[in-house]
């Protein structure tokens, strides 16, 4: 036992200290990992001119995070959708936005299967004298039983977030779990089903759709990229890079335009 000892006290030793949690009063951006906060290492988010096709999405989700930054009441947010259509690059668009606007606004980024930690995240930056935006990218249940703990944490909860945080999430469903419609149709009572699968995404006071980007949208989102960087491109080129990529969306058209600038010698 005494070996034992001495051998997991060696190993401890050898191990790596934690690094410490970051100063959330220091930092644009973090993200929450194994309960720990820790500073992003490259925050560049897009200007807001850049994103095309999401003028309206774009003007309520930057409202929303203005309240937030000056202190005012403000909505948790749910923005859904098509992949590929900016949805987190809007979320990240929007809080640079408001920091260059001078507003002490900080973006931290939580992963899906740090959910459980958001208690301890709420512990640590209730008292910092700024605002934040708990990113929750990509979020998505496979059952509404899964769901309860985020819904909780959103409202009624004992560990409800506090009032200098919203959660921002974004997913590819609009309520966030798939709708089974042979559960519903077997359930004792449907109406129950429904409700529950419906409960998360009513949470969020601020829901924003983003939609299949059709081809003049998309040939646009290229036209604005390319303008930016000094390119020209083939609008029937870029309609050839969709279609191999077997999708028309912002993501697709970014892929296009950085194609077409490593084929001009072009740094982004």
């Keep these: 036992m005494d070996d034992l000892a001495r051998i997991a006290a060696a190993l401890e030793r050898l191990a790596p200290p934690p690094p410490p949690p970051a100063d959330p009063r220091a930092h644009p951006a973090y993200v929450w990992r194994a309960n720990t906060l820790a500073p992003a290492r490259a925050f560049a988010p897009l200007p807001l001119d850049l994103l095309h096709g999401v003028e309206a999405q774009r003007a309520a989700l930057l409202a929303n995070l203005e309240r937030l930054a000056a202190g005012h009441a403000a909505q948790d947010a749910l ?6 259509t900016g949805k987190s690059a809007l979320v990240k668009a929007c809080v640079g ?7 002490d606004l900080a973006l931290v980024e939580v992963a899906a299967d740090q959910l459980d930690g958001l208690p301890a995240l709420f512990d640590t930056i209730a008292a910092a004298p700024r605002a934040f935006v708990l990113f929750l990218d990509d979020l998505g249940f496979d059952a509404a039983s899964d769901a309860r703990t985020l819904r909780s944490l959103l409202e009624g909860g004992a560990e409800a977030r506090p009032a200098n945080a919203r959660l921002v999430v974004t997913s590819n469903r609009r309520h966030l779990i798939p709708r089974d419609i042979h559960e519903q149709e077997s359930a004792i009572n449907a109406r129950d089903a429904v409700d529950d699968q419906l409960a998360l995404a009513d949470r969020f006071g601020l829901s924003l759709g983003f939609h299949v980007v059709d081809q003049p949208l998309y040939l646009a989102i290229v036209r604005g990229y390319a303008e930016r960087y000094g390119l020209t491109f083939d609008a029937a080129d870029a309609l050839l890079w969709a279609t191999r990529r077997g999708s028309r969306s912002g993501r697709v058209a970014w892929q296009y335009v950085v194609d077409l600038a490593g084929r001009s010698g072009t740094a982004l």
């Design 79 to 84: 923005l859904w959708g098509a992949r590929g």
């Design 97 to 103: 936005a408001v920091q260059r606007e001078g507003g």
